[in-house]
């Protein structure tokens, strides 16, 4: 074989094995979209496996999520708390989130101040 072929066979061996592991890897997380329908600023966005007090890093990272605005964050497929911080430091726990079957997760007003009440 000589050298050409030998590089076009290792090329594509390399991308399929790319194809392969993209696949393996969309199965195992999903986009989940946070909209922000509510008039208040959410500065924090948390997800922690159901029941534990130990939160993960903030999903939103250095940013923050305005009023009617959204992003998209990746999950793993299951169960989860998460805990979002508002701008005035208002924070609301959401328990048992279904991230396997659910693509948004809308934060109206109306649940952000039940959220709240509950929460604090």
Known sequence: MNVINLAKSTFA????????TSAANAQWSRTVTLK?????????FYVSPIGSDIWG???LGNGVLSPNYYTTLQVYPGRYDVKLVTHSGSACKLSNMD???SDTLDVSNLAL????????
């Open 36 to 44: 922000n329908d509510s008039s208040v600023q959410i500065d924090r």
């Open 99 to 101: 991230f396997s079957s």
């Open 113 to 120: 101040l039940a959220c709240v009440a509950l929460t604090n």
């Open 13 to 20: 061996t390399l991308a399929f094995s790319m194809l392969l």
């Open 57 to 59: 890093p903030d999903r």
